[in-house]
């Protein structure tokens, strides 16, 4: 069974005077990653209405253009 997030990220809670958690605490390469997936993320819905090619038509692009 897969590590639930919170476990991965291993967060440190800060709570109020009631319990109730108010904030977290990250280690810097856990927020880090955070950050890129964020990132990444905002550029995957940014280009989601742009067209697509086929695979076999994006190979050989690629290899007119000298990239493989």
Not at 33 to 45: P, Q, R, V
Not at 48 to 64: A, D, M, S, Y
């Amino acid at each position: 069974m897969p590590e639930s997030v919170p476990t991965l990220l291993n967060p440190q809670y800060i709570i109020n005077e009631n319990g109730e958690k108010i904030s977290v605490v990250l280690s810097m390469s856990k927020f880090e990653e955070l950050l890129e997936d964020i990132e990444d993320l905002a550029a995957i819905a940014e280009r989601r209405e742009e067209p697509t090619i086929p695979h076999v038509e994006f190979i050989k692009e690629l290899k007119q253009d000298g990239i493989i």
